[in-house]
C-alpha cells in the first residue's frame, strides 16, 4: 500500500484510489443477425453450384470412360502383316488399295446411294451406284457392273468344295449387292479359292472372292462403303474386305463367331444356310497353325449364283 500523505494538523488520511472508468463492452464482429445472414447466404451458393454441375438432375446420363469402350481394332498375337501395308491387323482387309485414272484414289464417301437402309430402299425402284475403274495388281477385270442397281433382297448360293452356304443379301446395301451380282453372272468367283481364315478371340472371318488367292487381287474397280451406320458382325453374317474407305473390289468374308470389327466393313447380306460348313472349315485351322493364316484344307468356290 502507498505511504500515507501527511496533512497540515498531523492527522492523516488514506489516499482515495483513483476512479477507473467501467470497461465498456466490445462490440462482437458477428451479431447473430450476421450469422444467420452468412449461413443462408452459404446454402444458397452450395445449393446453386449443386443444380449448375446436374447432381439433381433426376435423368442425368453418366460420361463413359474411354476404359470401358471395347477396342476391336487390337491385332491378335500372332496375326501376319497385311500385304498391301506390311503391318500386322486383325481386319479383313487385304484388297490392295487400286490405282485410278479419276482425280481421287477412291470414291469419295458422296458417291454412295442416298439410300442407305431397308426402309429407305423400300419404296424406290432404282440406285445410281459409282464404280471406278483402277489398273494395276492382281486384277481381273470383266468389265464395270451397271450403274443404276435395283434394291430387293436376293439369295446368293455360294458352293464350294466342303459344302454349301445360302446367303440372303441386304437391300440396305444395293449397290454392293449389285456389284457382288454383276461379278457372279461373269462366273467370277468360279474355282477361286478362300485364301483367309481369321479365327481369333472376337474376330472371325472366312474370307474369298480374290481370283489370285495372294489377299491383293481385285476385279479392277473399286466403290464406296454403305451400311456402315450402327454395323455389327454377328455370326453369319457376310461382308465385304477392304482395304480403307471407299475400297470395295471383290473380296468378301464370312463371319463364323460374333465377331467386334470396328463399323468399316459393309455387311450385305446374312447366312441362311450353311453354318455347318463354316464351322467345319474353322475348326479345322490354318496352314500356318496361328489364328491367322489360309485355311489348312483349301477352300475353293465352285459357284456363285444370285437369285
Not at 481386319?91 to 429407305?120: G, Q
Not at 453372272?185 to 478362300?194: I, L, M, V, W
Not at 474369298?208 to 451406320?229: I, K, R, V, W
Not at 471383290?250 to 467386334?260: I, L
Amino acid at each position: 500500500m502507498a505511504a500515507p500523505v501527511q496533512r497540515k494538523g498531523g492527522s492523516t488520511r488514506r489516499p482515495r484510489a483513483p476512479r477507473v472508468a467501467p470497461a465498456q463492452k466490445k462490440k462482437g464482429a458477428f451479431t447473430p443477425g450476421v450469422i444467420a445472414t452468412l449461413l443462408v447466404l452459404v446454402l444458397l451458393g452450395t445449393t446453386a453450384v449443386l443444380v449448375g454441375s446436374g447432381a439433381f438432375t433426376k435423368n442425368a446420363t453418366p460420361v463413359a470412360s474411354p476404359s470401358n469402350t471395347p477396342a476391336p481394332s487390337a491385332s491378335p498375337s500372332g496375326t501376319p502383316a497385311s500385304p498391301e501395308s506390311g503391318t500386322a491387323t486383325n481386319a479383313p482387309a487385304t484388297d490392295a488399295t487400286p490405282a485410278t485414272n479419276a482425280p481421287s484414289a477412291s470414291p469419295s464417301a458422296s458417291s454412295t446411294p442416298t439410300a442407305t437402309s431397308s426402309a429407305a430402299t423400300t419404296n424406290i425402284s432404282s440406285v445410281n451406284c459409282t464404280y471406278t475403274r483402277s489398273t494395276g495388281g492382281n486384277e481381273k477385270f470383266t468389265g464395270l457392273p451397271p450403274v443404276k442397281a435395283i434394291p430387293g433382297t436376293k439369295t446368293a448360293t455360294v458352293v464350294t468344295n466342303r459344302g454349301t452356304i445360302v446367303a440372303q443379301l441386304n437391300a440396305s446395301a444395293p449397290c454392293t449387292v449389285n456389284s457382288f451380282s454383276f461379278l457372279a453372272s461373269k462366273n467370277y468367283f468360279d474355282a477361286t479359292k478362300c485364301h483367309r481364315l481369321l479365327n481369333a478371340p472376337g474376330f472371325t472371318a472366312l474370307q474369298c472372292g480374290d481370283p489370285s488367292a495372294t489377299g491383293s487381287g481385285g476385279p479392277g474397280y473399286a466403290f464406296a462403303d454403305e451400311n456402315l451406320a450402327g454395323a455389327t458382325y454377328p455370326r453369319g453374317t457376310l461382308a465385304m474386305a477392304n482395304a480403307g474407305a471407299g475400297t470395295n473390289g471383290s473380296q468378301f468374308f464370312f463371319v463364323f463367331k460374333d465377331s467386334q470389327f470396328s463399323p468399316n466393313y459393309t455387311p450385305f447380306g446374312k447366312v441362311i444356310s450353311g453354318l455347318d460348313v463354316l464351322d467345319a472349315i474353322a475348326a479345322e485351322g490354318t496352314d500356318n497353325g496361328q489364328s491367322d493364316g489360309a485355311p489348312k484344307k483349301t477352300v475353293t468356290l465352285s459357284s456363285v449364283r444370285i437369285r
